[in-house]
């Protein structure tokens, strides 16, 4: 096992159990103890996690994991997701794209759409977030518009007033929202509040708001809101969410396709 995949592993484990120690981390990952003390050390100067005597700890009281460091939790359902939502986005649409792990795969799925490999352009994308655009930026058909900002490490999204500037200069047709935590009642929301403000900002210049949310988020509430469900026009889902989630969203207005 590579260094960046034990690494993944290892802060997967530590965000789902809170702690972990070494022989533990060890037998789960089969390697040896000294291979994990080292990661643990090597994590707790990037501040990914705080050391403990014999093993780790999470780091802080609201952990966040970088985007890079996140595997592929719910990985086939974001992937069904994003393919749903591709399909909602018509060819020369301005699209906008918040940061996560599922609207990347947003992203990645309008990319290999094969009604838009030509068009002038076949699509304009808008987005805070560095490695979408990056990912889009060798597809000639597509117009990409990048805000201003400064980077946020977790997540790769440009953040700040620099962004608002450009965000407030533009209108777009449709806001595809990533987000931490999605309620029928609280709305949509991010853990970062800088994050969120720019998030709701693209929701204002959208003319419909699309939420890309795994069922794990459903129900849940975090720090920072991004929108009330009421500016939310669809969401897209796994069909694992329940029916009292879904029932709750419908009644809320929101067309919920769960894929």
């Given at each position: 096992?590579?260094?960046?995949?034990?690494?993944?592993?290892?802060?997967?484990?530590?965000?789902?159990?809170?702690?972990?120690?070494?022989?533990?981390?060890?037998?789960?990952?089969e390697?040896?103890?000294?291979?994990?003390?080292?990661?643990?050390?090597?994590?707790?100067?990037?501040?990914?996690?705080?050391?403990?005597?014999?093993?780790?700890?999470?780091?802080?009281?609201?952990?966040?994991?970088?985007?890079?460091?996140?595997?592929?939790?719910?990985?086939?359902?974001?992937?069904?997701?994003?393919?749903?939502?591709?399909?909602?986005?018509?060819?020369?649409?301005?699209?906008?794209?918040?940061?996560?792990t599922?609207?990347?795969?947003?992203?990645?799925?309008?990319?290999?759409r094969?009604?838009?490999?030509?068009?002038?352009?076949?699509?304009?994308?808008?987005?805070?977030a560095l490695?979408?655009?990056?990912?889009l930026?060798?597809?000639?058909?597509?117009?990409?518009?990048?805000?201003?900002?400064?980077?946020?490490?977790?997540?790769?999204?440009?953040?700040?007033?620099?962004?608002?500037?450009?965000?407030?200069?533009?209108?777009i047709?449709?806001?595809?929202?990533?987000?931490?935590?999605?309620?029928?009642?609280?709305?949509?929301?991010?853990?970062?509040?800088?994050?969120?403000?720019?998030?709701?900002?693209?929701?204002?210049?959208?003319?419909?708001?699309?939420?890309?949310?795994?069922?794990?988020?459903?129900?849940?509430?975090?720090?920072?809101?991004?929108?009330?469900?009421?500016?939310?026009?669809?969401?897209?889902?796994?069909?694992?969410?329940?029916?009292e989630?879904?029932?709750?969203?419908?009644?809320?207005?929101?067309?919920?396709?769960?894929?």
């Amino acid at each position: 096992m590579s260094r960046d995949a034990r690494w993944k592993a290892l802060l997967e484990l530590l965000v789902e159990r809170g702690r972990l120690d070494v022989e533990e981390a060890a037998a789960e990952l089969e390697v040896s103890a000294a291979t994990i003390r080292r990661d643990f050390d090597q994590l707790a100067e990037q501040q990914m996690l705080v050391r403990t005597r014999g093993g780790a700890v999470v780091h802080g009281v609201s952990y966040e994991l970088p985007l890079r460091y996140k595997t592929a939790r719910h990985a086939s359902e974001k992937q069904r997701i994003a393919k749903a939502v591709a399909e909602l986005i018509a060819p020369g649409e301005a699209v906008g794209l918040t940061g996560g792990t599922t609207t990347t795969e947003v992203a990645r799925a309008l990319a290999v759409r094969s009604d838009l490999t030509s068009g002038s352009p076949a699509l304009t994308v808008v987005t805070n977030a560095l490695n979408i655009a990056n990912e889009l930026a060798v597809r000639p058909q597509f117009k990409i518009v990048v805000t201003g900002g400064v980077a946020r490490p977790q997540s790769y999204e440009l953040i700040g007033p620099l962004a608002d500037g450009v965000l407030g200069q533009i209108t777009i047709d449709v806001a595809v929202l990533g987000v931490v935590a999605f309620d029928a009642e609280h709305g949509a929301a991010a853990h970062d509040e800088a994050e969120a403000a720019i998030n709701r900002l693209l929701c204002e210049r959208a003319e419909r708001v699309v939420v890309a949310a795994d069922s794990s988020k459903l129900g849940q509430r975090a720090f920072a809101r991004i929108c009330g469900a009421e500016a939310v026009d669809t969401l897209v889902t796994d069909t694992a969410a329940s029916a009292e989630a879904v029932r709750r969203f419908e009644e809320a207005g929101i067309q919920v396709l769960a894929v």
